[in-house]
């Protein structure tokens, strides 16, 4: 029985992550896709979807928490000490075309999941770029003038606004990073400094 019983289980967990993967797929290329597009996609029945999942805002946060989780390793292997120009530099090119990825996702996300959720989901990242700014601000680097609140949301901004140019045409992979950085390093130089040039120590 009890072998019966961890069969079923590893079916359930495979169901469920071959549901979610699916989601992130199909959300990420059209925020309004259906669950039984997910479902087919996914290779399982509405029946089974629908017996891990008790509404789509489930399969949405799955589907967000899993791409978050992939962005959170890949951000872990970026080295964010030593000058923090540079390490800021290191940090956009690592994580601006995770956003770009998970754009459509987020999308679908804002709809169906509550603002605080949201906000839950992007700490680790979030949290990463506090600590950066706040040792830019205490090594003279970045601007002390306004809220590292504010900073972290003026780069992630320009982030979104730069996966929106691509998708429209007026700005090219390639050049994405270099454009983000050189924007970022003008919003957070101090008052009355020369703004660094992009990837150049202070």
Sequence with gaps: ???????K??????????IVKAAAECLGQNPEASLSEIARAAGVG????YAHFASRAEVVDAAMSRAVDQGNQALD???LTGDPLLALARYVEASWH???Q?????????????????RELHSGPAARVETLVARGRSEGV???DLPIAWLVNVLHSVMHSAADEIRAGRLTSEHA???ITATALAAFTPPGRPVPEPGAGA
């Excluded at 029985?1 to 069969?7: A, I």
């Excluded at 289980?9 to 071959?18: C, E, G, P, V, W």
């Design 1 to 7: 029985m009890g072998s019966r019983s961890t069969v």
């Design 142 to 144: 970045f601007r002390t």
């Design 46 to 49: 509405r029946v089974t979807l």
């Design 177 to 179: 990073a270099g454009h």
């Design 102 to 118: 998970a754009r459509a996702l987020l999308v679908a996300a804002q709809r169906e999941l509550p603002p605080g959720r949201i």
């Design 9 to 18: 289980r590893a079916d359930a967990l495979r169901s469920i992550d071959a």
């Design 98 to 100: 995770l956003v770009d």
């Design 77 to 79: 292997a970026v080295d």
